[in-house]
C-alpha cells in the first residue's frame, strides 16, 4: 500500500440512453477520460434512478428500451480533473455532476516505481526476499 494522497473523485449522474454523437455517453465519457490520460474510470449501472425531471430510470421487459441510470466515476488529481471538466461540458446536454475531495491508497504489486522507492528509502540495505520477487 502506497501513503494516501489528495485526489477529486469526479461522479457523473446520467442514463444509458443519453448520447454524445451516435454513442452512449458514458462510453465517450470514458473513452475522452481515457485519450486525456486520467487516472482510471468505472461505469456503473443501477437499476432504477430518478433525477430533475422525476422521471424513473428503470429496466423495461424489452432490452431494447432500457433506460437505466449509469454513474461514471472518475479519480484524479484536482488540476486533471478541472481539465477535464470543461471537456465533459461540451460533451453533456443533461445530467448532474458531482465533485468529493478523496483520499487515494493504491493496492497492487505493480504500482510503478514501488521497489526503486523502497531501494532508495533503504539507501543501500539489501531487500528482504519478499521484496525483491
Do not use: C, N, W
Not at 25 to 49: C, F, H, N, S, W
Not at 60 to 89: N, R, W
Not at 92 to 116: D, H, N
Amino acid at each position: 500500500m502506497d501513503l494516501p494522497h489528495d485526489a477529486v473523485l469526479l461522479r457523473i449522474f446520467t442514463s444509458v440512453d443519453d448520447r454524445y454523437d451516435r454513442t452512449p455517453l458514458y462510453v465517450a465519457i470514458v473513452q475522452k477520460a481515457r485519450e486525456m490520460q486520467m487516472a482510471g474510470a468505472t461505469v456503473l449501472r443501477g437499476p432504477l434512478g430518478y433525477g430533475h425531471s422525476t422521471r424513473l430510470h428503470k429496466g423495461h421487459l424489452f432490452p431494447l428500451t432500457q433506460d437505466l441510470p449509469v454513474v461514471v466515476e472518475i479519480v484524479d488529481s484536482e488540476a486533471k480533473i478541472d481539465g477535464f471538466l470543461p471537456v465533459l461540458d461540451g460533451m453533456m446536454e443533461s445530467g448532474l455532476v458531482t465533485l468529493e475531495k478523496a483520499k487515494v491508497l493504491q493496492y497492487g504489486r505493480q504500482r510503478a516505481g514501488f521497489v526503486q522507492r523502497l531501494r532508495d528509502r533503504l539507501a543501500g540495505h539489501p531487500l528482504p526476499p519478499s521484496e525483491t520477487s
